[in-house]
């Protein structure tokens, strides 16, 4: 998303997700180191991280962490200290000390090894995790507190939804849903180029769509060994275009069978505040689907042009 979009947040991944954020029962602090970095596609990163004792962080009921960046890469930072407790303290107000705080999502977790795994949406406006996720070398220092954030309740069919931000979050919930789970999943990227290789669940396939109006009849049920593959995949994470912003997502969705017995189902939807908004109307319009059976996520909002 370039400075041609009408596209503003802080941060073009998972900033701005508080509204759905779920307090854990505990808030524990852990420094972390970066051990390596990734190139997924041409508009995400993924850093894995090196710290101790992960264990707690090793659930599926809260997705997400609070993750610790510095705000100007060329400055010393100030890094929180964990209490008696482990919990997160700040020796000055966020930023002050030159470190701010975005939320997250786990992608991959080892905890015997002490590595985890977070993706970053790099591309459109800069923000402190996504401008650290693109300079990360071998050392750097970052840290996470949580876990945090709600996740899909138990269920015989899934509907997964959302734009590249709920990347990470989708492709966990698809290494870790039994076997037997049937459903769709419908992911929104900019253009053909810039999905990636997703796991393989055998009832639940993915199915990719692009905002540029001009690729609308493009979408396509992605072949997840092919993507990788693809000579559109060519990993130029400085690539710019023109992003439309417009989304036939909430059509797709519209048009997905649902289950008779709602009770075996659940709709998980998460991305961009509008585009949440009109995939939930449009996935439940004429349907009685129970609220209590669905979550959204807001990780971020589109500002319209002054």
Same mark, same amino acid.
């Given at each position: 998303m370039n400075s041609q979009t009408a596209v503003s947040q802080s941060e073009p991944s998972q900033a701005d997700a508080t509204p759905a954020t779920a307090e854990a029962p505990q808030n524990l602090y852990r420094p972390l180191t970066v051990l390596r970095s990734e190139v997924l596609s041409p508009e995400m990163r993924r850093l894995t991280?090196? *710290?101790?004792?992960?264990?707690?962080?090793?659930?599926?009921?809260?997705?997400?962490?609070?993750?610790?960046?510095?705000?100007?890469l060329s400055l010393p930072c100030e890094w929180p200290t964990a209490d008696e407790e482990g919990r997160p303290q700040l020796t000055k107000t966020q930023g002050a000390n030159n470190?701010?705080?975005?939320?997250?999502?786990?992608r991959r977790l080892?905890?015997?090894?002490?590595?985890?795994?977070?993706?970053f949406v790099t591309h459109g406006h800069a923000g402190p995790a996504s401008n650290f996720a693109r300079a990360a070398k071998p050392g750097d220092r970052c840290a996470m507190s949580g876990p945090c954030g709600f996740s899909v309740k138990p269920a015989d069919w899934y509907l997964l939804a959302g734009d590249e931000t709920a990347l990470?979050?989708?492709?966990?919930?698809?290494?870790?849903?039994?076997?037997?789970?049937?459903?769709?999943?419908?992911?929104?990227?900019?253009?053909? *180029?810039?999905?990636?290789?997703?796991?393989?669940h055998p009832g639940l396939p993915v199915q990719w769509h692009y905002r540029n109006s001009n690729l609308a009849s493009s979408n396509r049920?992605?072949?997840?060994?092919?993507?990788?593959?693809?000579?559109?995949?060519?990993?130029?994470?400085?690539?710019a275009y023109e992003d439309s912003g417009l989304s036939d997502l909430p059509q797709a969705l519209a048009s997905v069978r649902f289950p008779e017995q709602p009770d075996s189902g659940f709709i998980w939807v998460a991305?961009?505040?509008?585009?949440?908004?009109?995939?939930?109307?449009?996935?439940?319009?004429?349907r009685h689907w129970p609220k209590e059976r669905l979550l959204g996520v807001p990780y971020w909002r589109r500002k319209a042009d002054n």
């Open positions: 991280l090196q *710290g101790e004792d992960l264990s707690p962080f090793d659930t599926l009921d809260n997705l997400h962490v609070r993750f610790y960046v510095p705000v100007d470190v701010t705080m975005r939320y997250y999502t786990i080892d905890v015997a090894r002490g590595e985890v795994d977070i993706d990470p979050a989708i492709a966990r919930l698809l290494d870790n849903l039994p076997a037997h789970c049937q459903g769709s999943v419908h992911i929104e990227v900019s253009r053909p *180029g810039c999905e990636v290789v997703m796991p393989s049920a992605a072949d997840n060994h092919s993507v990788a593959d693809s000579p559109s995949a060519d990993h130029d994470a400085g690539v991305g961009e505040y509008e585009l949440l908004r009109r995939c939930q109307a449009a996935a439940l319009a004429d």
